[in-house]
């Protein structure tokens, strides 16, 4: 039985978005507390040149060319190797799919003619503002983004998936993403949505906004980048997808995207890790460099999609034949983690 002191459940009216389609539907929001530019120019370093450029840097251990991926003690930079499993963690395992294996979603070359993975573009003092119209207008942060001409797209230029397009813009250290972006072809462009987050700021999005992700959640803190690899480690959580969540979200999540009730799936937000005793000796180090990085801060649901599903980078430098290693490794690894003993506020993404 759940060790408890509250549990909080918020009813609440909003539109929700998942795919293309959209309906109105209510929104839980769950809060627990328990006892207790290319990319091979980001650069993932802590130097203290980079440091002082950028207020809030020196607080954070994930880096890319030169900006804080939010401070230190945020979520995404917090690991979760000491805390307890979730109560429901064999449900949400179960639910979705305790047999299927993990798959990395980046790496090299083209699947089907578009490139693996989710870039980003890095832009800094000339950068190209363009107006953009959302079909959620109503939980996006308006415009203008700093698209730079030629952006590079999830899927590519012709894709007609996602189509995310990340922005970090070195300037003022500000990520801007947009879902389902297209050209209008006057100059502008349209988005499905949009959201800019501050990342030497703890701040979350407002309760109950979707963002360029289901979850309400920045996309880039959560990919894998070559170049961490490369460095010998990661550290930060992982983004993930669940092909069914559930229609509830869990802290730090936002928003969910799900008419699902059953509390035996899992809610937007919540975070699994790969288990202690999982053995990592017979993979190749760099797939081991992954490996440990899920059992220290672990994986967070942020979209629906594929089961176990994890996001990175594409990168020519991958060999998919190492990454091919992890789809080996099934869903009954990993346990999801009760994180409530972290929150600072509901409304931030410090951490104790």
Not at 58 to 80: H, K, Q, Y
Not at 214 to 223: D, E, K, R
């Amino acid at each position: 039985m759940r060790n408890k002191w509250m549990l909080l459940v918020i009813a609440l009216s909003m539109t929700a978005c998942s795919g293309t389609q959209s309906e109105v539907i209510e929104v839980t929001r769950i809060v627990e507390v328990t006892r207790i530019v290319t990319q091979e120019e980001a650069v993932d370093t802590i130097s203290a040149e980079n440091q002082v450029e950028h207020p809030g840097a020196l607080e954070s251990t994930t880096m890319i060319a030169g900006c804080p991926i939010f401070p230190a003690d945020n979520i995404w930079n917090t690991r979760v190797d000491g805390l307890p499993v979730h109560p429901r963690s064999a449900e949400y395992i179960n639910t979705i799919g305790a047999s299927d294996k993990l798959h990395p979603d980046f790496g090299s070359g083209t699947w089907d003619g578009k490139p693996i993975g989710i870039p980003f573009n890095i832009v800094s003092e000339a950068r190209n503002w363009v107006e953009i119209a959302f079909d959620y207008a109503d939980e996006s942060d308006p415009g203008p983004y700093p698209v730079p001409e030629n952006p590079l797209i999830e899927g590519g230029p012709n894709s007609d998936g996602d189509r995310h397009i990340l922005i970090l813009d070195t300037t003022d250290c500000i990520l801007y993403e947009i879902y389902a972006a297209w050209p209008d072809g006057d100059g502008g462009w349209w988005g499905g949505s949009g959201a800019v987050f501050d990342l030497t700021s703890n701040d979350l999005r407002p309760d109950s906004w979707t963002s360029s992700d289901a979850a309400g959640l920045p996309i880039l803190p959560g990919l894998i980048r070559y170049e961490e690899v490369e460095a010998g480690k990661i550290t930060h959580a992982i983004r993930m997808t669940a092909p069914q969540t559930q229609r509830a979200y869990l802290w730090p999540a936002r928003h969910f995207a799900s008419t699902i009730e059953d509390p035996a799936y899992p809610p937007m937000g919540v975070r699994f890790r790969l288990k202690a005793y999982f053995d990592l000796s017979g993979f190749s180090p760099e797939v081991q460099i992954i490996l440990q990085a899920m059992k220290e801060y672990g994986l967070i649901l942020a979209d629906n999609g594929a089961p176990w599903f994890i996001g990175g980078v594409p990168d020519e430098r991958w060999d998919n034949h190492i990454l091919g290693e992890i789809k080996s490794i099934p869903g009954s690894a990993f346990e999801a983690v009760d994180v409530s003993t972290l929150i600072v506020s509901p409304d931030s993404g410090a951490t104790r």
